[in-house]
């Protein structure tokens, strides 16, 4: 079956410190993966998407490469900003049926 | 200019209850979804309707009720509310139900809180 784990939160970094929040799926196929970001009080927002091997996503000076060899869509930024607080979800498509499948949400609290 | 909109944003209301979210979407897509969102954050999915046609029906209590009266509308009817309800309900709608890549788009939540 299909599965998304994130690593556990929260995560808690000084300004400008380096981020990585990983993720790795398990998939029947070959799906798309994507990262999410909710703020608080907010809905979910696309932050970056892959759709093949190989491919990175970036946005907002995010950015995730999808692994297949290690089935892994890390999340990583240079030097994060207190406005990057939120809870961040990495999810998977199944193809064919536009399903998607949430990690667990990892929450990043980014201080001063 | 909303993409995704959902009314109410907030609902309280006791057990035995009956209520419904109703979520519209002006963005052309033909496929729309319902998720729940539990205290811990974690997000699963409980519907999706494609051109007013249910495509995905998780196990969920049939207390739940999902209504598409056009593509650009799917409301969300729970009968009998129960304490296990509370929680923040999201819709979602995408434009492809035959596409892996596309993008979800989600409204603000309505956090539900049963008493």
């Known amino acids: 079956g299909n599965s998304v784990t994130q690593m556990e939160g929260p995560v808690t970094l000084s300004e400008e410190a380096f981020l990585t929040i990983n993720c790795t799926y398990t998939?029947?196929?070959?799906?798309?993966l994507f990262w999410y970001v909710q703020y608080p009080g907010e809905g979910l927002q696309l932050l970056l998407k892959?759709?093949?091997?190989?491919d990175k996503g970036s946005n907002k000076g995010f950015e995730a490469t999808y692994r297949k060899e290690t089935t892994s869509f890390h999340l990583e930024k240079g030097s994060v900003q207190v406005s990057d607080s939120a809870v961040y979800f990495c999810?998977?498509?199944?193809?064919?049926?536009?399903?998607?499948?949430f990690g667990s949400g990892t929450k990043l609290n980014v201080k001063p | 200019d909303t993409a995704v909109s959902q009314t109410p944003k907030y609902l309280v209301t006791q057990m035995g209850n009956d209520k419904s979210i109703k979520c519209e979407q002006n963005?052309?897509?033909?496929?729309m979804y319902w998720y729940k969102q539990d205290s811990k954050k974690f997000l699963k999915i409980m519907f999706s309707?494609?051109?007013?046609?249910?495509?995905i029906n998780e196990t969920v209590p049939n207390r739940f009720s999902p209504k598409s009266p056009d593509k650009a509308h799917l409301n969300l009817h729970i009968n009998s509310l129960e304490l296990g309800d509370s929680a923040v309900y999201f819709c979602?709608?995408?434009?492809?139900?035959?596409?892996?890549?596309?993008?979800?788009?989600f409204g603000p939540g309505t956090r539900l809180t049963v008493l």
């Open positions: 979602a709608s995408s434009q492809d139900p035959e596409g892996s890549t596309d993008t979800q788009y």
């Open positions: 998939a029947t196929g070959y799906p798309s």
């Open positions: 892959a759709t093949k091997a190989d």
């Open positions: 999810a998977l498509s199944d193809h064919g049926f536009n399903k998607f499948y």
């Open positions: 963005l052309g897509h033909d496929t």
């Open positions: 309707y494609n051109n007013k046609e249910l495509i």
